[in-house]
Antibody, heavy 117, light 108 residues
Framework: EVQLVESGGALVQPGRSLRLSCTTS????????INWVRQAPGKGLEWVGF??????????EYAASVKGRFTISRDDSKSVAYLQLSSLKTDDSAVYYC????????WGQGTLVTVSS | EVVLTQSPGTLSLSPGERATLSCRAS???????LAWYQQRPGQAPRLLMY???SRAAGVPDRFSGTVSGTDYSLTISRLEPEDFAVYYC?????????FGQGTKVEIK
């Protein structure tokens, strides 16, 4: 069974950093891109970024709203993807989801990040 | 950036009725890279359709997707109680990837 589990969400102050993890099982992690998507409370879905598989160069792309502040990485040996959030703003408060592949065919349950002083 | 505009914002229908949701792209998008997701309250989104007329695993055949130029449609032939949810379209053809703002299908 394909599973993605996000963790690491927390209440943090503006300007601080946080690292989210996306721990996966049930598939060959290294074969797939991983996307990150967020959803602010009561709002729609916002694409954050993705990391391609090593077979496709492991390249990374970001939404303009997070570029330069967020960093996506992956550890294929552990089947885990990461989203490092830095210089956090109140507007970054959201549930953060990871999803497998570019068509987002499987999603985790999400982890809540609240940025507030 | 490809802007996806979904309409209507809210669709009020009764169980058994037909629902048609629209997603219009601001520029050409390969139809192979347009998908639809369903999100029930308190749950993560779930892939429904991609390609745009291929159903994801386990999706009942009352769901169908079509495309005409830059206009994409998701149709639910007969609404079941579990279909009342929010639906999003998403393009993964061009970067940045984008979502529509969502259509809520609510019980009338």
């Amino acid at each position: 069974e394909v599973q993605l589990v996000e963790s690491g969400g927390a209440l943090v102050q503006p300007g601080r950093s946080l690292r989210l993890s996306c721990t996966t099982s049930g598939f060959t992690f290294g074969d797939f891109a991983i996307n990150w998507v967020r959803q602010a409370p009561g709002k729609g879905l916002e694409w954050v970024g993705f990391i391609r598989s090593k077979a496709y160069g492991g390249t990374i792309e970001y939404a303009a709203s997070v570029k330069g502040r967020f960093t996506i990485s992956r550890d294929d040996s552990k089947s885990v993807a990461y989203l490092q959030l830095s210089s956090l703003k109140t507007d970054d408060s959201a549930v953060y989801y990871c999803a497998r592949a570019h068509r987002l065919e499987y999603w985790g349950q999400g982890t809540l990040v609240t940025v507030s002083s | 950036e490809v802007v996806l505009t979904q309409s209507p914002g809210t669709l009020s229908l009764s169980p058994g009725e037909r629902a048609t949701l629209s997603c219009r792209a601001s520029q050409s998008v390969s139809s192979s890279y347009l998908a639809w997701y369903q999100q029930r309250p308190g749950q993560a989104p779930r892939l429904l359709m991609y390609g745009p007329s291929s159903r994801a695993a386990g999706v009942p055949d009352r769901f169908s997707g079509t495309v005409s130029g830059t206009d994409y449609s998701l149709t639910i032939s007969r609404l079941e109680p579990e279909d009342f949810a929010v639906y999003y379209c998403h393009q993964y053809d061009k970067s940045p990837r984008t979502f529509g703002q969502g259509t809520k299908v609510e019980i009338k």
